[in-house]
């Protein structure tokens, strides 16, 4: 664990202009704590310079900017989504969701396989240092990867949107519409408005809820923990991510202070355990059988 390196990962997703490979990379030096996150981002580096001699000699439109049209957003993201897969070989692995080398940036670096999220990010990384729009879009269901769009003049544009996990392939809004219905089992319905750019946060959250997963999937407590605590750094962080931290230290033997950990949350919000545990709803009555069963075995 390194308080730097959380502390600057809490700094930088809370910037509108974060870079998400470095974020990213932030995370996997939990795994490895020997990492050189500057070596590794020459690695992004690296790739954006082959993209930008090889195939992206000037982007269509203003760089990071505003008001390309569909078709010149759309011959970007072909250009962008061609290099990384056909001359590089990014693609989504089958096996994403219970092998956590999927979600850690510097494995998919090493073997260019990994989940949507972590492939977006790589996506998002590239383009933006070859000077395109494109940005994470965080639909309901899968991470899907906008180049392009905006409101130019107060017209809105609608940005290409790319699958990184399927060999880069575009969307259009049907396409997108299916991936949603499948992930939300019908009950969201696909709109314009969730192709809009999505926070930095919602990015690394998705790729530490992939770890979490991952990691649970193999019985690997210890490495859920971490994932676990990280998501406690971001903003927007609930009572779940306090609970899950809570019974991870529980099945790692750290009873103390899975106690204290959901005590101090639960007086935080309630007065203290058994008002908690009463009149708290379900989630912190939860908790309070979780601190105090981690109690009981301290004796």
């Not at 590794?40 to 195939?55: H, T």
């Not at 770890?211 to 903003?235: C, F, I, K, S």
């Not at 008002?275 to 989630?283: H, I, L, R, V, Y």
Request: charged residues 25%; hydrophobic residues 45%.
């Amino acid at each position: 664990m390194s308080e730097a390196s959380r502390d600057r990962l809490a700094t930088i997703v809370r910037d509108p202009a974060c870079d998400l490979a470095e974020a990213a990379l932030l995370c996997c030096v939990e795994a490895q704590p020997d990492l050189d996150v500057e070596a590794a981002l020459a690695r992004i580096d690296a790739l954006a310079d082959d993209l930008a001699a090889g195939l992206l000699p000037h982007s269509r439109y203003e760089p990071l900017g505003w008001g390309a049209t569909i078709e010149a957003a759309t011959a970007d993201a072909q250009a962008l989504s061609g290099y990384l897969t056909a001359d590089v070989g990014f693609t989504g692995d089958p096996a994403a969701a219970h092998d956590a080398r999927n979600a850690l940036l510097t494995s998919v670096l090493e073997r260019r396989r990994g989940t949507r999220t972590a492939l977006g990010t790589v996506y998002i990384a590239v383009g933006r240092r070859v000077g395109l729009r494109v940005f994470p879009v965080d639909t309901p269901g899968p991470l899907l990867v906008g180049v392009g769009g905006g409101a130019p003049q107060g017209r809105a544009t609608r940005p290409a949107v790319v699958d990184p996990f399927e060999d880069g392939v575009i969307l259009d809004d049907e396409m997108i519409a299916e991936r949603v219905e499948a992930a939300t089992d019908g009950h969201v319905e696909f709109a314009r408005a969730m192709l809009r750019p999505a926070p930095a946060t919602s990015v690394i959250r998705r790729l530490l809820n992939e770890l979490t997963h991952a990691y649970l999937h193999h019985g690997d407590a210890r490495g859920a923990l971490w994932t676990v605590e990280l998501r406690r750094r971001l903003p927007g962080s609930g009572p779940d991510d306090v609970l899950v931290t809570g019974q991870l230290l529980a099945q790692l033997g750290r009873y103390r202070q899975s106690a204290e950990s959901l005590e101090g949350y639960l007086t935080e919000v309630a007065g203290d355990v058994d008002t908690a545990a009463e009149a708290g709803g379900p989630e912190l009555a939860t908790m309070a059988a979780v601190a105090r069963a981690a109690r009981a075995k301290m004796n």
